[in-house]
């Protein structure tokens, strides 16, 4: 798997997960994933998606991390599993 292919994974559950929670809406989810698409394509760094959202105001940090430690606990679930 290259690399790109990882951080679009990552940013797409990411993404699942703080709409889920309802942190975010679909719309604000589309644009932040919008800004990250068009640096990417300017050539910018990478930018996670938690990063984004938190720079636009739709999320705080100690929500990302609440996001993140459900992503966490769902891959170490994952691994288990195998």
Do not use: C, W
């Not at 050539?43 to 739709?58: K, N, Q």
């Amino acid at each position: 798997m290259n690399e790109n292919h990882s951080r679009d994974d990552e940013a797409r559950l990411f993404g699942e997960v703080a709409f889920e929670l309802g942190h975010v809406t679909t719309a604000q989810l589309y644009e932040a994933l919008t800004v990250q698409a068009r640096r990417e394509a300017r050539g910018e760094p990478h930018r996670f998606l938690g990063e984004i959202l938190v720079g636009l105001g739709y999320l705080t940090e100690p929500k990302v991390l609440e996001i993140l430690a459900v992503l966490h606990d769902h891959d170490q679930r994952r691994i288990r599993d195998r």
